[in-house]
């Protein structure tokens, strides 16, 4: 398939122009090759991604995160990402963690999703424990049930005041830091940036599969337990 045509699936889903000002999605790498027949679906563009893209024969890698460094190596393949306005398409990185969890959100903003929905606590830690098994929670109120969830995968905590602001009991993000957690009047659940957005893959892949061959890379968290 041309790669163009397949790049145009993509900005279907998630148009190029929903991404912040800052972000760089969209061709990272554009070769002069355009014929694609396998596509290699990643989270992350790093050294052991691409070379299981070069193994497997890959055409183009798709990924969620742009590049912020491109070594001269990876300008043999196309690479192509969709940040930021993934984020915020319906059915994106957000969407489909609340999916996953098995609730229901609606879209507040740009990026929030906002969960109207009396939960316990302990039973909402299970269910996001279920996807992200090392997530940390934040509770300087003992707080025992909450009735309104807001979430934003990936680093969301920028959005923590919108939370609030839209009477939020409850934030479901990752890369909490310190200072953020010891202040915070709500309960927070860090769920890791890597557990919050590596579903997204699977959506990506729905999307072309029954276009070109599908690779789904092999990638874990940086972060490990000691």
Excluded at 173 to 197: C, M, N, P, Q, R
Excluded at 198 to 211: A, M
């Amino acid at each position: 398939m041309n790669k163009y045509d397949l790049v145009d699936i993509i900005e279907n889903f998630a148009p190029l122009e929903l991404q912040e000002k800052w972000d760089c999605s969209g061709w990272q790498v554009e070769t002069t090759s355009q014929e694609v027949k396998k596509v290699l679906i990643a989270l992350t563009v790093n050294d052991d991604v691409f070379n299981q893209a070069v193994e497997k024969h890959c055409d183009m890698i798709f990924a969620h995160h742009p590049l912020f460094n491109i070594p001269m190596k990876f300008s043999k393949i196309d690479i192509y990402s969709a940040h930021t306005n993934a984020d915020k398409a319906l059915g994106g990185t957000t969407d489909t963690f609340v999916e996953k969890i098995g609730l229901t959100a609606h879209p507040v903003g740009e990026f929030l999703r906002i969960s109207d929905f009396e939960i316990s606590l302990k039973d909402l830690s299970s269910k996001i424990k279920k996807v992200s098994p090392n997530a940390r929670i934040v509770n300087n109120k003992n707080i025992k049930n909450v009735s309104k969830i807001a979430f934003c995968a990936g680093s969301g905590m920028d959005l923590y005041g919108e939370a609030v602001q839209n009477g939020c009991d409850c934030f479901v993000t990752g890369d909490l830091k310190y200072h953020s957690a010891a202040d915070s009047e709500i309960v927070i659940i860090d769920a890791g940036h890597f557990e919050t957005e590596i579903l997204i893959k699977k959506v990506f892949q729905s999307l072309i599969e029954n276009k070109v061959e599908v690779v789904i890379a092999d990638e874990k968290s940086p972060f490990q337990n000691i």
